[in-house]
């Protein structure tokens, strides 16, 4: 959640009660403390970034808005710098050399990248944090290289525009039924060509990387990584992963497909282990990067949630996985069927709790279930709420001249899964001292393996507290049967 002045704090009054899977389907997982020291180890800092031979001239700064929208710039001088030389790389081999790019990186646990038809390249630092070496990242970049190139941008800007314009003038020529018609084939003739342009980006950004003397075959294998994340991330949730069934109207082939593409374009560059990896240079530029939650907008630790500089913390019932956002805290339990949504508005202390519940900001409330009163000295007022196949139990606790909102949803709201609820929002409490000193916040840190060095063994230095086994190999690129070779450095979650 994002940390704002309680004062400076405001947010819509109008909400809806609706809170379903999709809220929860990017992001990192919960991570925990488990008080093991881990060694650190130290590689060669990566080469300074070379000048370019014509350098480009003064470009406009990012755009703040839009950056600040995926969480702000985060700054690491390590990964910025050798990132900048990867690029330049990268730029002089590319299909359009008089190009000028830059690349930021973004401050956001998601792993995602994305690029602006000027040239401005975004990655976070949870997609670095996947990445394995060099080749792996410069992939990354040069699929955003290969979308400027082929002006994607304003193709499908175009393509949306022509799109919508046929389904206006269908709705208003031919009857609603033949409109609505209209509009779906649209809508899934869009998907389609994103998918295409997704397709068309990594073939060129496969070449480009060839190209730069790097490994061809490193689009697969990060691709690969990623959808392991993907498919952990869905079984923590307790969802069946849906990577090899695509909705139609995904924006993006199904990772599968993609790997598929990758494989064949590389093998038509090079057979494998030719290209360089830079494996070593890579991991020394993002040694001790920052992981997970922005420490400014709490941590979440499993099923706890911590806040130091708003200084609150709770408790969720046990079986959710929670996830931190700019915007809220979500979280997720028994496959979707049960969810939480914490915030905060700013309420005058002239409005009373039971009052501003029943003001009309939620849908569906039942007003003879209000009940207020204090939990952990904090004014609460609770209630529950409906709507179309959702239950709600809903509460308002009044922190200084702040109201956080909790609202659970379920398919089915018993007694007993009610009481857990309770229970979760009787948690919600101002930190002591105790917990506000033994915050720390979690990093990437490099081990070399030992002889006698397993998977077990190190993955239990991490501070992940579910399927911390599965979580190191998915970090590290590792198959299911792949074993640790000695002398060679992994990535461990540590605080």
């Avoid at 915030?343 to 009052?355: A, E, I, N, Q």
Wanted: net charge neutral; proline share 7%.
């Amino acid at each position: 959640m994002q940390v704002r002045h309680p004062k400076l704090y405001r947010r819509s009054a109008k909400a809806a009660i609706t809170l379903a899977l999709p809220l929860l389907l990017s992001g990192c997982l919960g991570i925990g403390a488990d008080g093991n020291r881990v060694m650190e180890v130290a590689l060669p800092q990566p080469a300074p970034a070379p000048k370019p031979v014509n350098p480009p001239k003064p470009r406009p700064a990012v755009d703040q808005k839009m950056v600040a929208a995926f969480g702000g710039i985060y700054d690491w001088r390590p990964a910025q710098d050798y990132l900048d030389s990867v690029l330049v790389t990268l730029s002089r081999v590319g299909p359009n050399p008089s190009q000028p790019y830059r690349i930021t990186i973004l401050n956001s646990p998601v792993v995602n990248a994305f690029a602006l038809p000027s040239g401005d390249l975004f990655v976070t630092r949870g997609l670095l944090a996947l990445a394995n070496d060099t080749s792996e990242i410069g992939a990354v970049m040069a699929h955003e290289i290969g979308h400027v190139t082929a002006h994607h941008a304003a193709q499908r800007e175009e393509f949306e525009k022509r799109s919508e314009l046929i389904t206006k003038a269908t709705s208003i020529i031919e009857n609603h039924e033949k409109g609505k018609v209209v509009a779906q084939r649209s809508e899934e003739a869009l998907a389609s060509f994103s998918r295409q342009q997704e397709l068309e980006a990594d073939k060129i950004g496969i070449n480009v990387i060839g190209r730069a003397g790097y490994d061809p075959y490193a689009a697969a294998r990060f691709l690969t990584s990623l959808q392991n994340s993907t498919s952990l991330r869905a079984a923590l949730v307790g969802k069946k992963s849906s990577n090899n069934h695509p909705d139609i109207m995904a924006t993006h082939p199904s990772t599968p497909e993609r790997i598929d593409t990758a494989i064949r374009e590389a093998r038509g560059i090079a057979a494998p282990g030719i290209g360089k990896r830079d494996r070593t240079a890579y991991l020394a530029a993002i040694n001790g990067m920052e992981f997970g939650d922005d420490p400014a907008e709490g941590f979440v630790r499993g099923n706890k949630f911590i806040h130091p500089k708003l200084d609150f913390g709770f408790t969720a019932p046990d079986n959710f996985v929670l996830e931190n956002s700019p915007k809220a805290l979500l979280g997720i339990a028994n496959g979707g069927r049960a969810a939480v949504r914490l915030d905060s508005v700013h309420l005058p202390f002239d409005t009373s709790l039971k009052s501003y519940l029943s003001s009309g900001w939620l849908d569906g409330l039942h007003p003879a279930s209000i009940r207020d009163g204090t939990s952990n000295g904090l004014p609460v007022a609770t209630a529950t709420a409906s709507g179309g196949q959702w239950s709600f139990r809903v509460a308002a606790i009044r922190f200084g001249t702040d109201v956080y909102r909790m609202i659970f949803a379920t398919r089915d709201l018993t007694p007993a899964q009610d009481n857990e609820f309770l229970t979760s929002i009787a948690s919600f409490h101002r930190l002591t001292n105790d917990e506000t000193g033994n915050i720390r916040h979690p990093h990437i840190v490099l081990v070399t393996a030992q002889t006698g060095d397993t998977v077990a063994s190190l993955a239990a230095r991490m501070v992940v507290q579910d399927r911390p086994q599965d979580y190191f190999r998915m970090l590290n690129g590792l198959g299911s049967q792949e074993s640790l070779q000695p002398g060679t450095a992994y990535k461990l979650i540590a605080d």
